[in-house]
T-cell receptor, first 115, second 114 residues
Framework: EAGVVQSPRYKIIEKKQPVAFWCNPI?????LYWYLQNLGQGPELLIR????????DSQLPKDRFSAERLKGVDSTLKIQPAELGDSAVYLC?????????????FGEGSRLTVL | AQKVTQAQTEISVVEKEDVTLDCVYE???????LFWYKQPPSGELVFLIR??????QNEISGRYSWNFQKSTSSFNFTITASQVVDSAVYFC???????????FGTGTSLTVIP
């Protein structure tokens, strides 16, 4: 079974440029997460989807970040315009939510460097 | 409030030594789950274990063992006879059963020296 797939793995852009990250979760997983991981820190939630609905986006900086999960499968996270402080790893994870907590399955992450 | 504390930022051990990674959590929920994840240099967090708050039995899986103590709100992870391949960052996480949310600690970077 394929795991969570993310692309690109690495992205280097200049500040004020836009960037987009793509995530394909494990087939059948109804919940998808985008996390931000700064160097030396644990993952911090940006947004959580249950199927197509964004049920928790309280930590998403909505002035520059946006996300979508069309048809409840793939998801895209966009930053426009990027700032120097956005340099980090963007992790996508998925799980199958049944009302009881299941484990998260993570992708390899997309490492963003903003110059 | 939900919080996970991993006080050990970095640990170095010599191969074959035992090492314990500490995890302390805070939650007001009576039902919750605790997790450990491993993040090798490749970057992908790998699930190691999940325990629910009603099961305080310690668990052993090969060289890995976990000690869950509700009285001290701790969920510690021990690696016996460490190997170089154990070198990674290890994260402890908490998920209250009130929602599909996860709270991660800041991680402990383990280096096993050959």
């Amino acid at each position: 079974e394929a795991g969570v797939v993310q692309s690109p793995r690495y992205k280097i852009i200049e500040k004020k440029q836009p960037v987009a990250f793509w995530c394909n979760p494990i087939s059948g997983h109804n919940t998808l997460y985008w996390y931000l991981q700064n160097l030396g820190q644990g993952p911090e939630l940006l947004i959580r989807y249950e199927n197509e609905e964004a049920v928790d986006d309280s930590q998403l900086p909505k002035d520059r970040f946006s996300a979508e999960r069309l048809k409840g499968v793939d998801s895209t996270l966009k930053i426009q315009p990027a700032e120097l402080g956005d340099s980090a790893v963007y992790l996508c994870a998925s799980s199958f939510w049944t009302g009881n907590t299941g484990e998260l399955f993570f992708g390899e992450g997309s490492r963003l460097t903003v110059l | 409030a939900q919080k996970v504390t991993q006080a050990q930022t970095e640990i170095s051990v010599v191969e074959k030594e035992d090492v314990t990674l500490d995890c302390v959590y805070e939650t007001r929920d009576t039902t919750y789950y605790l997790f450990w994840y491993k993040q090798p240099p490749s970057g992908e967090l790998v699930f190691l274990i999940r325990r629910n708050s009603f099961d305080e039995q310690n668990e052993i899986s090969g060289r890995y063992s976990w000690n869950f103590q509700k009285s001290t709100s701790s969920f510690n992870f021990t690696i016996t006879a460490s190997q170089v391949v154990d070198s990674a960052v290890y994260f402890c996480a908490l998920s209250p059963n009130t929602g599909n949310q996860f709270y991660f600690g800041t991680g402990t970077s383990l280096t096993v020296i050959p």
